[in-house]
């Protein structure tokens, strides 16, 4: 199967759903559904066909490829797999929506775009791809209009200046070599002067960083998250946010190459690990940030922010468990924050919209996919044994610990500790507690929606079982960049310096479950007791107020809250108004006599004249 | 061989967790010159709470109590007692460190689906205490790894066999100190007793439960407490050649702390997190920073 | 341990454990609880008996009804009663739960505690000083002893009457019976 078929599948698809849609809606979801099942298959055919390269079109005498890596194919997988199980969990969140075949036709050109931009060999179709990508996603996250516009304007804000730095970096190196192909490049570049790749590194890795929401170039992404519609926004949190990991591969390993990159600059100024320090700190400010959030999309927002950071930390490193544990973490968050903010989606479906934190609760009886959705989601996010998150953690932990950065190592673990309290408190305010009074006859989540939350909750625990199974396609990725591979068994990873075993925990936890599950049976059986019947020392409960939420871990935030704003959001608002100042100065010259106008010419004569008598400049 | 061992752990466990129960409050009685219940206590307390009959709020309420409590048993197969450690090759202190949180968040979604808020208070002041001694702990536990360059608990006890107590070793001393400053927070004694705080929020995330949810509750406190000293003894104390000293080396941790817990009441959520960011944090950064620069001084 | 109760503990683990494990609800009613506190503290140590105080009924098998009790209160304990799991005891302290005492011929209190829930034993006195709770609690061994203690099993089976009793106190209950009323329970 060619490459090109690939793509002209995934963008006529999407742009036949869109005419469908006119026809009948049925007949537009089916397709819909059809069209990213099929590019599933369709990527999942390529395993295994690496180094294909097609040429598919000359533009201005360059000659745009097409081509798959192992990282292609990983990503390209992640990305056609997440994007199906979205379009079949849209289904009945949109259905009764406005502009609904306009909502398809962008979803499936975003999931055609981040396959374009994965499959691409050059840098112009990169680049091509990637602007599709960012404004398509500016059309979705303004879907919902009103504030969401205001959402959109900062992302597109953002992401146009991150694909300038791009194209400045692309236009050089056009400029240099002559060429844009990736692989002629990486031939090419690595003779180049430190200073030139630094440059590189820097341009481009702006442009990527921006995309990957590292800190300080982080604060487009929470109020997009929100304010897209939630189906989106587990498209935009799982894969296209990403695309940023994918760049920074792209430019560090493939391009430049390891060995360059991890040898630039001197001492604690080396550019990996400066990198890398930025890594840790993306993880551990928007951490605890979360913790502050009422709103559930808000706060796995934030934690979509910290754990970019895991991946940043883990690629930037460059070890070979570092860029195993990068890569896995990649596909691990995208897996579990998809579900997370499907079970946030199903949850809003039933309440009307509903994402405060503070007036839900008690849902766990009415909704119970949904409710195993949160709680393998965030169980992955965590990183508890036995789930995905932590095999990948786990990879970076171990690096950081024995190649002696043990400070990078503790903003790394302190991060999975705020991330508990967060998650903690979503669970709890939206599942657990007490049900309020109206959401009383609340109806379980359509099967549409139950079915992508299983498969996602069953994959969490199947990579966190037998991480084997994605760690052996990591490994030739990581072995393409020329690192050494790791030693992967199906159940974990062997090494001298201490390996991990992932059925033997789950058989231990498994059997403790049992034999433990077995003596309360074995007990006298126990009654159960309604909401209602819970110790209020004596008193009879209040029906809809009695559970704790407001301000949750209320003592903590009086202690952490004045250290806890986003200073960079607030910076960037300042940094707007006095722009819009300046502006407004430079307006009030604009007066409309015509007078002013041939006096400000004269000025300037008389400037220039002065300048030439005085310097003599030109 | 591997399965005895994995039979015996959580059973030598369960013994010396709640031997140690019964003597903290025997003890107890005796610090407050009283007669004290007899030793056994604790055991004829789980025999009775077996025989209730108690409610149940649904299933994750049982589950989690389950998943804690297997949790706790799992970490214990990690932790080499004297020389049995069945499992600590499969991924040594960092899979001990996240098998810590089973034991937390079981019991935070048991309590979260009984409905009660005196729950949702315990459990947010268990978590934000976690975060409170995991800062110390976590940088501790650091700079034993970078220490010993491994991330195995066994090597780290094995290494300390034959240098000496890591206590008492030259770039140790301060994460040593650190770690028993933060240890009654670990073990959940006073002054650190907020998760309970029976008086305050009817004991916490324990309100509701009775009969045999309250015993396996118990049993999980027990080996909580087992592992929190089992820990100290092994990372610091050098661990121990057989069961007997490594038992003995424990009972004198606990009676210590038993005597701080006796003397001293209640802090407020807030200030245990004040302190336990402050001194301790202190104590550990320090203690981390030495390790790294006697590291690399011995190394140029 | 003598070998007499060595065989016991072997035959009826479940009976001894109660007898020895007394865990009371920290509840309460009336004046009676100011004898509480010195009791279960260092002056006469209630826990040398396995008695012991605890904060919710959840955790509880006996239930101190220190003093009077106002309509008020028997609602909550009442409720309280309900929510302890079974087997449980209850203990009337003071006069004034067994006949009204000197509240005799209050509007407000109600006179006999028996009739709203099944009482094991009483401990008569204005108020009674804290050895009359141990001698209490030896009688209650006795009694669990003897199979006598079985006013949870009382309440089981007449629990109609007593409703309708609670329900003539205090008007409607706002919570819903914890047994199938008029069935067999
Ligand atoms: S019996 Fe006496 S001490 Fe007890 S409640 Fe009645 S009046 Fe008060």
């Given at each position: 199967m ?10 006529g698809?999407?742009l036949?759903?869109?005419?469908l ?14 069209v990213?099942?099929?590019?599933v298959?369709?990527?999942a ?7 294909a ?8 005498g360059l000659e ?8 292609s194919?990983?990503f390209?997988m ?9 379009v079949?969990?849209?289904l009945?969140?949109?259905r009764?929506?406005?502009?609904t ?5 962008m979803m ?10 994965v499959?691409?060999?050059d840098?112009v179709?990169?680049?091509i791809?990637w602007e599709m990508?960012?404004?398509s996603?500016?059309l ?21 200046i ?21 692989y002629?490049?990486?031939?090419l ?9 630094l440059?590189l590194?820097?341009v ?12 300080p ?6 109020d997009?998250?929100a304010?897209?519609?939630s ?8 894969m296209?946010?990403?695309?940023g ?8 390993y ?8 991890l ?5 604690l ?9 930025l890594?840790?700190v ?5 951490t ?17 922010i ?6 940043v ?19 691990n968050?995208a ?10 989606a ?28 949160a ?8 990183g508890?044994?036995l789930?995905n998150g932590?095999v ?5 932990y ?8 043990p400070?990078l190592a ?11 309290l967060?998650v ?5 305010n ?11 006859d ?13 498969i ?14 994605p760690?052996?396609v990591i ?8 690192f050494?591979s ?9 090494s ?7 059925i033997?925990l ?5 059997t ?9 049976k ?17 008193a009879?409960?209040?029906?809809g ?10 003592p ?6 004045p ?22 100065i ?5 007066t ?9 010419i004269?000025?300037?004569l ?5 300048m030439?008598?005085k310097w003599?400049?030109? | 061989m591997?399965?005895?061992a ?11 967790g709640i031997f ?8 107890m009685?005796?610090i ?18 077996f025989?209730?009959?108690?409610v ?6 049982n ?6 409590l297997?949790?706790?048993?799992v970490v ?9 450690h ?9 899979v001990i ?19 009660n808020?005196?729950t949702?208070?315990?459990i947010s ?6 975060l ?5 702990l ?36 301060l994460?040593?100190i650190g ?6 927070a670990?073990l959940?004694i ?10 305050e929020?009817?004991?916490?995330p324990m ?5 045999p949810?309250?015993?396996?509750a118990?049993i ?19 661990g121990?050649?057989?069961?007997l000293?490594f038992?003995?080396?424990?009972l ?9 817990n006796?003397?001293?009441?209640r802090?407020?959520?807030?200030q245990?997190v004040?302190y ?7 104590l550990?950064l320090v203690g ?9 001084v011995s190394?140029? | 341990?003598?070998?007499?109760q060595?065989?016991k503990?072997?035959?009826t683990?479940a009976?001894?454990g109660?007898?020895y ?6 509840f ?5 609880i ?9 002056r ?12 919710t009924?959840?955790?509880?098998n006996?239930?101190?009804i ?7 209160t028997?609602r ?19 006069s ?12 407000n ?6 009739k709203y ?5 009483w401990i008569?006195?204005c ?17 669990i002893d ?8 009382r ?8 409703r ?11 919570w819903?019976?914890?047994f199938?009323?008029g069935g067999?329970?």
């Amino acid at each position: 199967m060619s490459l090109e078929l690939l793509l002209a599948a995934a963008f006529g698809g999407s742009l036949l759903t869109y005419l469908l849609g006119k026809i009948s809606s049925g007949l537009r979801d089916g397709f819909a559904v059809f069209v990213s099942v099929i590019l599933v298959a369709m990527i999942a055919g390529l395993y295994g066909k690496i180094g294909a390269v097609t040429s598919y079109y000359h533009f201005m005498g360059l000659e745009l490829t097409l081509r798959i890596s192992p990282l292609s194919w990983f990503f390209a997988m992640a990305v056609s797999t997440l994007g199906a199980l979205s379009v079949i969990f849209s289904l009945s969140y949109m259905r009764d929506r406005e502009r609904t075949d306009f909502y398809y036709l962008m979803m499936l050109l975003i999931n055609a775009s981040m396959l374009g931009i994965v499959f691409s060999g050059d840098l112009v179709s990169f680049f091509i791809f990637w602007e599709m990508m960012s404004w398509s996603t500016f059309l979705l996250i303004s879907y919902n209009r009103g504030s969401a516009l205001a959402a959109g304007m900062k992302y597109i804000v953002f992401s146009i200046i991150g694909s300038m730095a791009m194209l400045i970096g692309m236009l050089s190196l056009y400029a240099v070599y002559q060429t844009v192909n990736i692989y002629m490049l990486s031939n090419l570049v690595s003779s180049a002067s430190p200073g030139y790749l630094l440059f590189l590194l820097i341009v481009f890795g702006t442009a990527f960083a921006i995309k990957n929401a590292i800190m300080p170039l982080h604060t487009w992404l929470p109020d997009a998250y929100a304010e897209a519609p939630s189906p989106f926004t587990a498209v935009l949190s799982g894969m296209l946010t990403r695309m940023g990991v994918y760049g920074f591969l792209m430019i560090m390993y493939v391009i430049i190459g390891s060995v360059q990159t991890l040898n630039m600059g001197y001492g604690l100024l080396k550019f990996n690990y400066i990198l890398a320090w930025l890594g840790a700190v993306t993880i551990v400010i928007p951490t605890f940030i979360a913790m502050l959030q009422n709103d559930a999309k808000k706060l796995l927002a934030w934690h979509g922010i910290g754990q970019g950071g895991y991946m940043v930390l883990g690629i930037a490193y460059g070890t070979n468990l570092g860029l195993a544990g990068g890569i896995f973490h990649t596909l691990n968050h995208a897996i579990y924050i998809v579900l997370l903010f499907m079970s946030v989606a199903a949850v809003q479906y039933r309440t009307g919209g509903e994402r405060d934190l503070n007036s839900m609760g008690g849902l766990i009886k009415k909704m119970p996919i949904a409710f195993i959705g949160a709680l393998f989601g965030i169980s992955g996010l965590i990183g508890l044994p036995l789930t995905n998150g932590f095999v990948s953690k786990w990879l970076i932990y171990k690096t950081l610990i024995l190649n002696g950065s043990p400070f990078l190592a503790f903003t790394a673990l302190i991060g999975t500790w705020g991330t508990i309290l967060s998650v903690y408190k979503f669970l709890h305010n939206l599942f657990l507690g007490q049900l309020p009074e109206k959401y009383k006859d609340i109806k379980k989540s359509p099967v549409n929606m139950q079915i992508p939350i299983v498969i996602l909750s069953l994959t969490i625990l199947l990579f966190g079982i037998l991480p084997g199974l994605p760690l052996k396609v990591i490994n030739s990725i990581i072995a393409s960049f020329g690192f050494k591979s790791l030693n992967v068994t199906l159940w974990g990873i062997v090494s001298e310096t201490g390996s991990l075993n992932t059925i033997n925990l789950f058989a231990a936890i498994l059997t403790g479950c049992v034999i433990i599950w077995l003596i309360l049976k074995t007990g006298p059986k126990s009654v159960s007791a309604s909401q209602e019947n819970t110790y209020a020392a004596g008193a009879s409960i209040p029906e809809g107020k009695y559970h704790y939420t407001v301000d949750f871990y209320n003592p903590f935030y009086r202690m952490i809250k004045p250290y806890l704003k986003d200073f960079m959001d607030i910076f960037y608002f300042k940094l707007a108004g006095w722009t819009q100042t300046l502006c407004n100065i430079v307006r009030k010259t604009y007066t409309g006599y015509v007078g002013h106008y041939v006096t400000y010419i004269v000025l300037f004569l008389a400037v220039l004249i002065f300048m030439q008598l005085k310097w003599s400049l030109w | 061989m591997q399965i005895i061992a994995m039979i015996l752990s959580p059973i030598l466990a369960l013994i010396i967790g709640i031997f140690f129960l019964g003597l903290s409050r025997k003890m107890m009685a005796r610090i407050h010159w009283r007669y004290g219940p007899p030793w056994t206590q604790p055991i004829i307390d789980i025999i009775r709470l077996f025989s209730q009959k108690s409610v149940t709020h649904g299933h994750l309420f049982n589950l989690g109590l389950i998943l804690s409590l297997a949790g706790s048993i799992v970490v214990i197969l990690f932790i080499p007692v004297g020389r049995i450690h069945p499992l600590s090759d499969s991924g040594g202190m960092l899979v001990i460190l996240y098998m810590l949180l089973l034991a937390p968040l079981g019991l935070a979604l048991s309590g979260g689906e009984a409905a009660n808020p005196n729950t949702s208070i315990g459990i947010s002041r268990q978590l934000i205490l976690a975060l409170g001694y995991e800062v110390p702990l976590l940088l501790i536990l650091l700079a034993l790894m970078t220490h010993y360059e491994t991330i195995s608990i066994v090597e780290i006890v094995f290494r300390q066999q034959y240098a000496g107590w890591a206590l008492l070793s030259s770039p140790l001393v301060l994460s040593g100190i650190g770690y028993i400053s933060i240890m009654p927070a670990i073990l959940g004694i006073r002054p650190f007793e907020v998760v309970q705080a029976p008086q305050e929020i009817s004991s916490g995330p324990m309100v509701e439960y009775g009969g045999p949810y309250l015993a396996l509750a118990t049993i999980q406190h027990a080996l909580n407490l087992f592992i929190g000293i089992a820990l100290f003894v092994n990372l610091f104390l050098g661990g121990a050649g057989n069961p007997l000293f490594f038992f003995i080396k424990m009972l004198v941790v606990f009676v210590l702390g038993i005597f701080i817990n006796a003397a001293l009441p209640r802090l407020r959520i807030e200030q245990a997190v004040q302190y336990l960011w402050r001194w301790p944090t202190l104590l550990a950064l320090v203690g981390l920073i030495v390790v790294i620069v006697m590291k690399s001084v011995s190394a140029g | 341990m003598d070998r007499n109760q060595l065989n016991k503990w072997l035959k009826t683990p479940a009976k001894m454990g109660h007898k020895y494990s007394l865990h009371a609800v920290y509840f309460c009613t009336g004046c009676g609880i100011i004898e509480v506190p010195p009791s279960i503290t260092a002056r006469w140590d209630a826990e040398r008996f396995g008695v012991l105080p605890v904060a919710t009924p959840r955790q509880a098998n006996l239930f101190l009804i220190t003093g009077y009790v106002s309509v008020k209160t028997l609602r909550a304990i009442i409720r309280t009663y309900e929510q302890m799991p079974e087997p449980k005891f209850t203990v009337g302290f003071g006069s004034c739960p067994i006949n009204g005492g000197m509240y005799w011929d209050s509007y407000n209190t109600i006179k006999h505690l028996d009739k709203y829930i099944p009482v094991d034993g009483w401990i008569a006195g204005c108020m009674p000083r804290p050895e009359a709770i141990f001698v209490a609690v030896t009688h209650l061994w006795t009694l669990i002893d003897k199979d006598m203690a079985d006013g949870y099993k009382r309440y089981r089976k007449n629990y109609q009457a007593y409703r309708e009793n609670q329900e003539r106190a205090l008007g409607k209950l706002e919570w819903p019976p914890l047994f199938s009323i008029g069935g067999k329970g």
